[in-house]
């Protein structure tokens, strides 16, 4: 089994056999890796894009701005319309498909007017693991996934990053505001800015890694859990509530099972083939 060394050597290589590259840019640590790599073997040959929409929080497009301004690489800003889409906005479980469409579109559209002529994403081998559409908007784009193609998992990543002295490398996951919507629960932009909104309050109480689900009037909150008795302290307490019942919830609760990546997945189908609702396991806060 080929090293994590091999694994980075490998991906060098690759990254030099292309030439010129466009790599889709989140600022997340799985495209802030393979951008780095990019711009090590590329110089101004490799280029960012980041898509910018309602569904990409304020401050994870200004973490992006940042990162790409220290590894000193091009970086250029898309405005992507995915919540034009019907398609998209009506929330069906394949709503990655669409989004990524738009998403992957738009890059291979810069990077034909740029004339590079690969389009390349963070995807890695764990990623396989989660219900991923996403995927097959990228096959249809030719979009490549270095990463995943070279058999990085998440922890071979982070670890790659952490050598580099990449401030992310222990970044948690990121996911677009629109995974905080259970499926079939319209995506409107008012709602985006309200989850947006929440989630920074959060984040600004001290909670690292925080998702705020929507469930129409009700947010659902999860956080690590070991953070989940600090969350519900009086003063805490308090304050968290206020500031969602001013951003427009009526009611707010927290998933004592703490957070897990990609749990709205996990109750997609029931093994009776019944729909269950993450919302049942919720608790007043």
Same mark, same amino acid.
């Given at each position: ?16 056999e ?9 600022g ?8 780095a790599e990019? =711009? ?11 898509? =910018? ?5 304020p ?10 301004r220290?590894?000193g690489?091009?970086? &250029? ?15 069906p479980?394949?709503?990655c498909?669409f ?6 579109g738009?890059?291979v ?7 590079v ?13 989660d219900?991923?559409p996403g995927?097959?908007a990228?096959r ?11 058999g990085?998992t ?19 996951a990121l ?7 259970p499926?079939?629960?319209a &995506?409107?932009r008012e ?7 929440c ?21 659902? &909150?999860?956080v ?17 509530v ?8 009526e009611?707010v ?7 897990r ?25």
């Open positions: 089994m080929p090293t994590l060394d091999d694994r980075i050597i490998e991906l060098r290589s690759l990254l030099t292309l030439h010129r590259v466009v790599v889709c840019f989140s997340g640590v799985d495209s802030g890796y393979l951008l990019a =711009v090590e073997c590329l110089g101004d040959r490799a280029l960012a894009l980041t898509a =910018v929409s309602p569904s990409l929080a401050e994870e497009r200004a973490d992006a701005q940042t990162l790409a220290r590894l690489a091009r970086h &250029i800003l898309v405005d992507t319309d995915e919540l034009d889409d019907a398609r998209y906005t009506a929330n479980i394949n709503r498909y989004c990524k469409t738009e998403v992957y738009r890059a559209d810069e990077a034909r007017r740029l004339g002529s690969q389009v390349l994403d963070g995807f890695n081998v764990d990623d396989r693991g219900h991923r995927r097959q990228a249809e784009q030719g979009v490549r996934s270095p990463l995943d193609e070279l990085f998440k922890a071979d990543v982070r670890e790659a990053a952490k050598r580099r002295g990449l401030p992310i490398w222990d970044k948690p996911a677009c505001l629109s995974s905080r919507f499926y079939g629960t &995506i409107t709602r985006l800015t309200r989850v947006a909104t989630e920074r309050a959060l984040r600004d109480l001290g909670f690292r890694i925080c998702r705020v689900r929507f469930h129409d009037t009700m947010a659902r &909150i999860e690590e859990a070991d953070a989940i008795a600090r969350l519900r302290t009086p003063v805490i307490r308090r304050q968290v206020g500031q969602f019942l001013e951003a427009g919830f009611t609760t927290v998933d004592p099972r703490g957070y990546q990609g749990a709205l997945n996990e109750d997609l189908l029931a093994l009776d083939g019944t729909r269950h609702s993450p919302s049942a396991h919720a608790i007043a806060l």
